[in-house]
C-alpha cells in the first residue's frame, strides 16, 4: 500500500516541477538564485527596475527624452526696457522766467548744442547789462593801460601809475569773463537782452516736455527730457540665488510680441530691493533701430550658470521623485526603466541640475515619472510578499 502511494505521487511531483520550470523561460528564478550583493549590499539584480512594454509605457503617458547639457538653463521672468541712465539728460531752466519758444515736441530729435527753448526774465536782462558793462569797462581799462605804458616809455608818468593801470586791466578782464560764465551757464543767447536761450546738452530723442508755451517757470524746473534710444537699459529683478549664478556679460534674451534681441548684463545689484527683497539687474539693450519703447513690457530669459562651473548636466524637475528618501530620475532600458540615483544641484526656472547620476547621453522618462515610482512601488511590495 505504501508502495503504490510512493509510487503514485512521484510522478505527479516530476510533472509540477517540470511545469514550473516551463514557466520560467527567461530563467529569472536561477538568476535570482545566482545574483549576488552588489557594493550597497543589495541581494536582488533588478532592485530599482520597471519593466514595461513600449504599449504600456504609451498607455500610461510617459514621454522620454534625453538630459539637457551646457549652461545650467535659463529663467523667464517679466522685465521693463527703460532709457540707459548713460544716455538720458533732464534739460532744467537755469532762471526763472516766462518761456516765449519751445522748438522742438515730444517725440523729435534733437543735436547737441541746438537751441530748444528760449525763456525772457528780468534776471536774464541783468546777466546780460553785466555782460555789456563788464566789456566796456574792460576796454577802458586796455586804454588807459596803454597810455600809461606809451606815458611811461616816455618817462612822464611813474611807474606807479602803471602798476595801478595794469591791475584796473586785470579786474576788468576778470569781471568779463565772470559775467559771461554767468550768462553761459544760463544759457546764452536768445536774441534779446532779456532772453537766454537754452541749448540741448546731448543729442537725442525728446521723451518729455511738461511745460507749454507762455508758462512761467521758477528755477530749475523741467522744460525736456531727451534720451538717446540707440542704446536701452532692462531693468528686472532676480532672486537672491539666481542673482549668485550671473555676472556682467550673462546674455539675457529679450522677447515681446513680433521682437526678439539679444542684451547683456552690465549691473548686478550687491544689495537687495528693500521692497521687493530682490536682486535689481540692469542689462543693456542694442537699439539701432527704434524698436524698443521706453516702459515697454518684455519677457527675458536669463542664462544661468552653475555654481561649480562647467557644462551642466539638466532635467525637468518632472523627472525627478524621491524613492526611499533619495533623488531618483528613471533611465529607459531595453526592458522598461531603471530607477538611478542622482544627486540634485541648483534649480534653474523648470529644470534642476544635476551634480551626479546622469551623463547627458541617457533616456530618460521626463513626463510620466510618478505613474513609475508607483509601479516600482507595487513591485518591491509583491517581492516583500
Not at 49 to 65: H, Y
Not at 290 to 312: D, K, M, Y
Amino acid at each position: 500500500m505504501k508502495t503504490i502511494l510512493t509510487g503514485g505521487l512521484l510522478p505527479f511531483a516530476l510533472a509540477f516541477g517540470l511545469a514550473a520550470c516551463g514557466s520560467d523561460p527567461d530563467g529569472r528564478n536561477e538568476a535570482a538564485a545566482e545574483a549576488k550583493p552588489d557594493s550597497h549590499g543589495t541581494a536582488h539584480a533588478d532592485e530599482g527596475a520597471v519593466t514595461l512594454s513600449a504599449e504600456q509605457i504609451a498607455a500610461a503617458g510617459v514621454q522620454i527624452g534625453r538630459p539637457l547639457t551646457g549652461s545650467a538653463g535659463t529663467i523667464e521672468l517679466p522685465a521693463t526696457i527703460e532709457g540707459d541712465p548713460q544716455g538720458m539728460q533732464v534739460v532744467s531752466a537755469a532762471i526763472g522766467g516766462r518761456i516765449v519758444a519751445l522748438t522742438r515736441n515730444l517725440g523729435q530729435s534733437v543735436g547737441r548744442g541746438q537751441m530748444i527753448a528760449v525763456i525772457e526774465s528780468r534776471e536774464a536782462a541783468q546777466l546780460k547789462g553785466e555782460v555789456e558793462a563788464s566789456r566796456a569797462r574792460l576796454s577802458l581799462a586796455n586804454a588807459n593801460l596803454a597810455r600809461e605804458q606809451r606815458l611811461f616809455a616816455q618817462r612822464v608818468s611813474p611807474e606807479q601809475d602803471l602798476v595801478a593801470a595794469r591791475t584796473a586791466a586785470t579786474e576788468a578782464r576778470i569781471a568779463y569773463r565772470l559775467a559771461q560764465s554767468q550768462v553761459s551757464a544760463a544759457g546764452g543767447g536768445g536774441g534779446g537782452l532779456n532772453r537766454i536761450g537754452i541749448a540741448a546738452p546731448i543729442a537725442g530723442q525728446v521723451i518729455a516736455r511738461p511745460v507749454v508755451l507762455g508758462q512761467t517757470v521758477a528755477a530749475d524746473s523741467e522744460l525736456y527730457r531727451i534720451a538717446d534710444l540707440r542704446r536701452v537699459s532692462l531693468a528686472l529683478n532676480l532672486k537672491p540665488e539666481d542673482a549668485g549664478r550671473v555676472a556682467p556679460g550673462t546674455v539675457v534674451r529679450v522677447t515681446a510680441p513680433g521682437r526678439q534681441a539679444s542684451a547683456r548684463i552690465n549691473f548686478v545689484s550687491p544689495a537687495l530691493d528693500p521692497q521687493t527683497r530682490q536682486v535689481p539687474v540692469i542689462a543693456t539693450l542694442d537699439n539701432g533701430g527704434g524698436q524698443w519703447r521706453v516702459g515697454e513690457p518684455v519677457i527675458a530669459s536669463v542664462q544661468l550658470r552653475t555654481s561649480g562651473g562647467g557644462n551642466a548636466v539638466r532635467v525637468p524637475t518632472t523627472a525627478v521623485q524621491t524613492v526611499e528618501g533619495k533623488s531618483v530620475v528613471f533611465v529607459r532600458t531595453p526592458k522598461g526603466f531603471q530607477a538611478t540615483p542622482v544627486t540634485l544641484g541648483d534649480a534653474a526656472g523648470d529644470t534642476v541640475v544635476l551634480r551626479s547620476g546622469l551623463t547627458g547621453q541617457e533616456r530618460i522618462a521626463t513626463t510620466g515619472s510618478f505613474t513609475l515610482k508607483a509601479e516600482l512601488g507595487k513591485g518591491e511590495a509583491a517581492h516583500e510578499d
